[in-house]
């Protein structure tokens, strides 16, 4: 038996790959299916199951291409409703991948027919458990993203999820290995460790939602509380797993489209596509074409353009570093965005030689900021990172105006006097500033190195509090 965890950090999404005597099942793959065929063909052995866990929110799944390219069988468990051929299985039922077996546990709560897989070795005996967004290491999946209608609501999630961990997956034995489906980042829970494989016996020790004393109601108020709106991408992501999609080579094909400087403008023009950079920060600030947004691909990439663009039908032209444009392209469909119409052939060099317009954004080190809240202590910053992190610790002059909502925070910025932005490490805010560049605020500063270069400063900031201790 072989068990392999394909951890994708961007998404901080973890596939599996498990093989028995010749025969393979993968969990929750990503869209690009050619890593898990290849490994199938170098183990010289097939693939006979794709077991989902559930219908992901936050990527597009592989499952339907890689259920065409290998024949192999796609498994829900109960509740789920595909609109292509799938297997939607029983609680407890069985299925035999070489000499171990994969069980079904029915385990609603993050969305009805969420469903844990108990893997049982050869011996007979419990191994691990694929648990999906049911549990994750020091968290539990959010009971907020499978509501459908006013009498389903997050509280009677969360009694399903109550019920789930304590019947089904409690009683299992401590060395039980816990293989979840997302780490530290995802937007599917609040409190997620660092880590991507523990023991259901630690996690009984640490994680706050397995408390053996915790009652229903204390629970629920728990899971509940300080929930933040999910993504706006969510639900289209959802609609693609449940209906399928098109496959990951027609995407790269539409995509892959080199453009010259004056087609790139023209299209841009004709329609209306969102112009995506996704060079580095510091690029990014020396040139950029005018009301381009920057999300950069050496980033949490894939979230923030989910969460930010939104609509995954918008057509997307893309600027990129000359080599990476398929690299992308891949990594857009991971979360839906399918829509990307070309290339810009040659980079921004091109734009540049061309003689088009172009924009930057003024950034400066942490002691140009340091001394101006020196000279004037009215002077404005805004801190563009997570509410938790706000809380944690910030600049005591700073106002709190988070990237994942700050179209609602427009209004909050000086219309002429000049204003700094600033998020941990200056991924963030960069973001932040071509946004607000594209909607004609032009009179920030970004600050380079973000929080951490702040923290160098002699810039008063409030006490630290450990993040643990707030309200998530």
């Not at 890593?35 to 499952?63: C, L, Q, W």
Request: with cysteine; net charge negative; proline share 5%.
């Amino acid at each position: 038996m072989n068990i392999e965890q394909i951890y994708t950090g961007c998404l901080a999404q973890g596939a599996y790959y498990i093989e028995s005597e010749g025969e393979v099942a993968v969990i929750d793959p990503l869209r690009e299916v050619k890593p898990y065929m290849d490994r199938a063909a170098t183990d010289n052995a097939n693939i006979k199951y794709i077991f989902e866990t559930h219908f992901h929110a936050d990527f597009v799944s592989g499952h339907v291409t890689l259920a065409k390219e290998t024949g192999a069988s796609i498994v829900y468990g109960p509740k789920a409703n595909p609109a292509f051929e799938a297997i939607i299985a029983t609680d407890n039922q069985e299925f035999k991948l070489g000499n171990i077996t994969i069980k079904v546990l029915h385990t609603p709560g993050h969305t009805m027919e969420s469903t844990t897989y108990l893997l049982i070795d050869e011996n007979g005996k419990d191994h691990a458990i694929f648990s999906g967004d049911t549990l994750f290491l020091g968290d539990v999946g959010r009971p907020d993203l499978a509501q459908k209608a006013k009498e389903l609501t997050q509280e009677d999630l969360a009694g399903f999820l109550y019920n789930s961990l304590r019947e089904k997956i409690m009683p299992l034995a401590d060395d039980v290995i816990v293989y979840p489906a997302h780490g530290a980042g995802s937007a599917c829970g609040k409190n997620m460790s660092k880590e991507t494989v523990d023991t259901l016996g630690n996690q009984k020790k640490t994680n706050y939602a397995l408390r053996a004393d915790m009652t229903k109601d204390e629970f629920i108020k728990e899971v509940t509380d300080g929930l933040l709106p999910p993504p706006s991408y969510f639900p289209l992501n959802v609609k693609m797993n449940k209906e399928g999609y098109d496959d990951i080579d027609e995407v790269l094909e539409r995509g892959t489209q080199a453009l010259s400087p004056d087609a790139f403008e023209t299209a841009a023009n004709e329609t209306g596509a969102v112009i995506l950079d996704v060079r580095k920060a510091g690029d990014f600030a020396k040139g950029h074409i005018p009301r381009s947004i920057f999300i950069g691909i050496d980033g949490g990439f894939a979230p923030w353009v989910g969460a930010l663009i939104a609509d995954t039908e918008q057509p997307i032209l893309l600027v990129a570093d000359e080599g990476r444009e398929e690299e992308t392209i891949t990594r857009l469909s991971r979360v839906g965005f399918d829509g990307t119409i070309g290339y810009l052939k040659g980079g921004f060099k091109s734009w540049k030689a061309a003689g088009k317009q172009t924009d930057s954004v003024k950034s400066v080190p942490a002691s140009e900021l340091e001394k101006a809240v020196k000279t004037d202590k009215d002077t404005p910053v805004f801190d563009v990172r997570k509410p938790g992190e706000f809380e944690s610790e910030h600049l005591e002059v700073a106002e709190s105006t988070p990237l994942d909502y700050i179209n609602k925070h427009l209004s909050d910025f000086p219309e002429k006097e000049d204003f700094y932005v600033h998020c941990a490490g200056g991924y963030r805010s960069m973001i932040a500033a071509s946004i607000l560049k594209s909607r004609g605020i032009h009179n920030l500063i970004d600050v380079q190195g973000g929080y951490k270069a702040i923290k160098e400063t002699e810039l008063s900031r409030t006490n630290f509090v450990c993040p643990s201790t707030l309200k998530k």
